[in-house]
């Protein structure tokens, strides 16, 4: 995606949300994975460290469906183990733009609800550097899509659900020497956990 894409979409979001200023509600999601994985291309057989941020602004559709625009910052941090000769480190920021759709329709009590979530994060800016024995390099630009899908009960402000999220993050310009072979730096991860929110 160009940068003039990104911004395009990043503009449209702000114009939308300073229209519908006065129904705005936002939400503040706590994420827990339980089952992750994470693989790096350029970084074979090392662990990936994580931390995420998310906030929400969430839009009336209809009744029971919110547009949700909102913010990812996505931080990381890797490693080779000391068997690799040709050691490297990284460290990976992405600031990510958040556009999805929820739904809250399903009544289970007359206080609590079904809930279900969808949305798609595309990278708006990043950073990466990796450095080691052979190398050192900085991204120049990061490009890819994230997706995230909740479901759960909500009762009240308060929210327990269920999530999957994957990330495709690809740093371009940024590499590393393998066996002599320049190789690209991206990321790829899946994880599964609980999820807590909190709208106000």
């Avoid at 994470?38 to 929400?56: C, I, N």
């Avoid at 009744?63 to 690799?84: C, H, K, M, P, W």
Wanted: hydrophobic share 40%; net charge neutral; no cysteine.
């Amino acid at each position: 995606m160009n940068t003039t894409l990104k911004k395009f979409i990043l503009t449209t979001a702000l114009l939308f949300i300073s229209y519908q200023a006065m129904a705005v509600k936002a939400k503040i999601r706590f994420l827990f994975p339980i089952n992750t994985k994470h693989t790096t291309d350029g970084f074979p057989d090392s662990t990936l460290q994580t931390s995420e941020f998310v906030l929400a602004f969430l839009m009336p559709v209809s009744r029971d469906t919110q547009l949700d625009l909102g913010y990812s910052y996505f931080n990381a941090r890797i490693e080779d183990s000391n068997e690799v000769s040709d050691k490297y480190s990284g460290v990976f920021r992405a600031h990510l733009f958040q556009v999805g759709a929820g739904y809250s329709g399903f009544k289970i009590t007359r206080t609590i609800s079904l809930i279900v979530d969808l949305a798609v994060r595309i990278p708006i800016s990043g950073q990466g550097e990796v450095k080691g024995s052979q190398n050192n390099s900085e991204a120049k630009s990061i490009s890819g899509m994230g997706y995230f899908i909740n479901s759960g009960a909500a009762y009240g402000n308060l929210e327990i659900t269920i999530f999957y999220q994957k990330r495709d993050l690809s740093f371009d310009g940024l590499t590393v020497l393998r066996n002599g072979e320049n190789e690209d730096v991206a990321i790829h991860s899946t994880e599964y956990g609980l999820g807590f929110g909190y709208t106000f």
